[in-house]
């Protein structure tokens, strides 16, 4: 039965663009989307290279609905055995550890080493790095997921009573904070700085144990992250 729902689920997700398409109210769509002659022109391509390629096309939507079944089933074994790490066992999801150092996000070493120095109970995933933020780190604790490093660790001191900031004073944690911010916000670029223009991730593609192609796709990425965003950000700052 779960089988059954999870191909429903896929097919349905697919299923819709391609009627869409094809069907009559595709016209309409087209022509409230693109206006009545861009819409009609759109739709009359998609509809001739539906006749003309009906096999491609069915076999594209079967090829994407096997993934999304694939994937999804794969996410929920992965959720199963998250929740069932034990009670008030942090699960911490983050990108997979390097070879000389535990990680090479600095985010993932700040909670990593809040939850060794807290003694915490953890284990590690790197099947799932981005949370529901679509950042890393990010924790399953008892079934439920919490994201952002920062909250976290102040979520976990006051779960576990091991938050290490209760002994200081005002003026203390206020140095603290300040120091914080400088390094997560100001000097990470530094970093960013260094590893991806300078470097050219020379060093995280060692430190990565990357393929050949894995290695070719990061070098591609690295040149439009340069050329659009990480490099004038860097410059302007």
Not at 104 to 116: A, G, M
């Amino acid at each position: 039965m779960e089988g059954t729902t999870i191909v429903s689920e896929a097919v349905s997700e697919v299923a819709p663009a391609v009627v869409t398409v094809v069907s009559s109210q595709g016209v309409k769509r087209c022509a409230g989307k693109f206006g009545p002659k861009i819409g009609c022109r759109i739709f009359s391509f998609c509809r001739g290279l539906w006749k003309v390629n009906k096999t491609v096309i069915v076999a594209t939507v079967a090829v994407v609905a096997l993934f999304k079944v694939h994937r999804t089933i794969k996410k929920r074994n992965c959720r199963k055995e998250w929740n069932s790490a034990g009670k008030n066992i942090v699960v911490l999801h983050s990108f997979p550890k390097a070879t000389t150092l535990p990680n090479l996000s600095p985010f993932v070493l700040k909670l990593e080493t809040y939850l060794r120095m807290a003694d915490i109970q953890y284990k590690f995933d790197d099947r799932y790095p981005y949370g529901p933020k679509g950042k890393a780190p990010w924790i399953t604790l008892n079934g439920k997921d919490y994201a952002d490093s920062q909250l976290i660790i102040e979520f976990l001191g006051k779960e576990f009573r091991k938050d290490f900031c209760n002994s200081l004073s005002k003026e203390e944690k206020a140095v603290s904070r300040a120091m914080q911010i400088m390094a997560e916000e100001h000097v990470l670029f530094g970093l960013g700085w260094w590893r991806f223009v300078v470097d050219r991730c020379e060093s995280m593609s060692v430190l990565m144990k990357l393929s050949f192609f894995e290695y070719l796709f990061m070098k591609s990425l690295i040149k439009k992250i340069r050329k659009k965003s990480l490099a004038p950000r860097l410059w302007a700052s």
